[in-house]
Nanobody, 126 residues
Framework: QVQLVESGGGLVQAGGSLSLSCTVS????????LGWFRQTPGKEREFVAA????????RYADSVKGRFNISRDNAKNTMFLQMNSLKAEDTAVYYC???????????????????WGQGTQVTVSS
């Protein structure tokens, strides 16, 4: 059984920073690739970033490249998303996701992951 819990969402002004965390309850954390997605009302869930089991491989959506940084601490079963230079269009519910294996050489989408957290709201005021 895999359980994911996000934290760190909130309200921030445009240009500011926010850090999200995702704690994963699983027997062997390093068996899992992890990802962040976001969703706004009426839109499909969109890929933000992903990281492989040891943090060596990362992928980012073009819209966040250079502003967001994904990382993981395998000793603490936790993944992070550092978000800088936030824009109003970054406003969304952010979800973390996990799967035992994903391909980092093809497009990453919601179907790449089997396990999901409940989401945390990020609101960027302009």
């Amino acid at each position: 059984q895999v359980q994911l819990v996000e934290s760190g969402g909130g309200l921030v002004q445009a240009g500011g920073s926010l850090s999200l965390s995702c704690t994963v309850s699983v027997r062997i954390f390093t068996n899992y690739a992890l990802g962040w997605f976001r969703q706004t009302p009426g839109k499909e869930r969109e890929f933000v970033a992903a990281i492989n089991w040891n943090g060596v491989i990362t992928r980012y959506a073009d819209s966040v490249k250079g502003r967001f940084n994904i990382s993981r601490d395998n000793a603490k079963n936790t993944m992070f998303l550092q978000m800088n230079s936030l824009k109003a269009e970054d406003t969304a519910v952010y979800y973390c996701a996990a799967d035992a294996w994903i391909s980092f050489s093809t497009e990453i989408g919601p179907r790449s992951f089997s396990h999901w957290g409940q989401g945390t709201q990020v609101t960027v005021s302009s």
